[in-house]
Each structure stands twice: as C-alpha cells, then as structure tokens.
C-alpha cells in the first residue's frame, strides 16, 4: 500500500471521529494529540477543517488547536519561537520528530538542493552524522522523500518529496496560477479549433513530409540528368576538338565548306555546354557567370 492511499485512509478515519457529534473537547484533545504523533499522516487541514473543533475554543485545551494549526502549517522553527513565550504545550517525542520531518517537506517546497548547514539550523541538529541518520531513517525510509546524500558537498539533493497541507496564502497563489492555465489552454483550444482537430492537423503534416520528401528526390534525380548531361557535352566537344587536331589533308573543292562547318559546329556545342551548365548552377543554388 501506497504511502498515499494510507495516508487517505487515516485521515478519513480521524476526520470521522473529529465529526462525532457526541466528541467532547477533551475527546478532540485527545484526537489532536493521536493524529499529530500518527507516524503515517503528513497532512492535518481536513481534520482542522471539521466544525466540532472549534469546542475546543475557549477551553483548557484550546492549545490543541494551535497545535493541529501548527502540524498544518508551521515548523520546528515556528514552534520554537511559539514555545519560548508560552504559546504552546510541550511536545511528545513522536511529535517532535513528526515535526521535523514535516520541516523538511517545507524546505523542499523551494529548494531541491538543501545545504546540511541549513537543516542542521532548522532542526536543531548538532553535527551531520545525527542529520544524515535523520534524513535517511525518517524521511527516506518513512517514504516521504528520496534522494541523495552528498557527503562531500554537504548537501542533500532531492528526486521527489510528499507535500504538505497549502498555507492560506498560498491558496491564493495557486489560483491565480491554475486560472493562467485555464487561460493558455482556452487560447489553444481556439487554435486547435481553427486548424481542425488534431488528427487532421497530424496528417496534414505528414503529407507535407511526404511532399517534401518527394520533390527532394525528384530534384536529386533532375540534377543528376544534368550533371550527366554536361558530362556526355564535355567528352564529344573533346573528342571533335581531337580529330580536327588530327586531320592532316582536306579536298580543295570541299575544303571551305568543311572549314566553315569545324568552325560553327564548336559554337553550337559550347553553347550548349553554357546551356546546360547554366542549368546546373541553378539546381545548386549559385550564381553562373559567363
């Protein structure tokens, strides 16, 4: 069983008792000290939030209540400052360390990273082997907190923590913060709703890929045409340049008319060598210069 699920079940069992209409003020004395030395209840606002506790208001054990405000709520360090003026009772040892640990959660509320100097003054801890027992022993084994003990940094970093009750102020906070929520997600539901749902947003995507993909392939392949192209030019202005190297002898009635044919037959293929290399510049994305 979840630590969780069993802290659920206890508190279900003492906000019933709290709610008992017959629960005298020493009854709920009684319960307040149960629930606050309980070693699997970490949470206490449901129980402070039952009507009949206010019997305990006015009576000899109107410090119950402040007791149960302060499991809520408040750490060793505000019991300290409470106790030192005669605000509140003396604790019961499992309250002390009930006490301690809930300390801790509030700690970890803003840092996941607690230097042991810091909790050793918040605990009232005097050297770090007595912190690292603490931490180990009653946080980590208890199931509220995990993770791990720098010895070297003197720190404890933390993986996860169990929270605590919410403190009036921040309640507020919350709120304001779940409303901008609220917000965000109206404005992109409004969004969804103008692209279409989901589902049709995903394939819509998908066939853009897709298009991608292909025209990325097909200008790969044009490419290659053209390159080949420019290539198969090059070799036949070559080989025409060669054996016009080599003609040694021509006829002199046919001799102007070969003549003047060698002479426009190597425009016509350097102008398309310009042509197709010209081509090709594009495809690459550079500029082609004459």
Known sequence: MDIERKQSEVIDKFVKQAASVDASASNLAALVLEATAHPSLFAFSEILSVPNLAKLKGTQYSSSLDVLRLFAYGTWSDYKRKSNVGCLP????????????????????????????QLMEELDVSNVRELEDFLISECMYAGIARGKLDHLRRCFEVQFATGRDLRP???????????SWHSELNFLGYGLLRLGTSDSLLHMIQEKIKWADTMSEANKIHRKEIVDKVEEVKKSLKVDLDLRGHEESFSESGG???????????????????????????????????
């Not at 016509?268 to 010209?278: G, M, S, Y």
């Open 169 to 179: 102020e921040q309640l507020d906070n919350m709120i304001h913060t779940l409303s």
């Open 90 to 117: 003396a604790l019961l040892p499992d309250q002390v360390r009930k006490l301690k640990q809930l300390t801790v959660l509030t700690l970890i509320e803003t840092e996941k990273v607690l230097p042991y100097d």
């Open 256 to 290: 102007m008319m070969d003549y003047e044919e060698d002479r426009v037959r190597p425009k016509r293929v350097c102008l398309r060598l310009c042509f197709l290399e010209e081509k090709e510049a594009k495809i690459e994305g550079k500029a082609w210069r004459k």
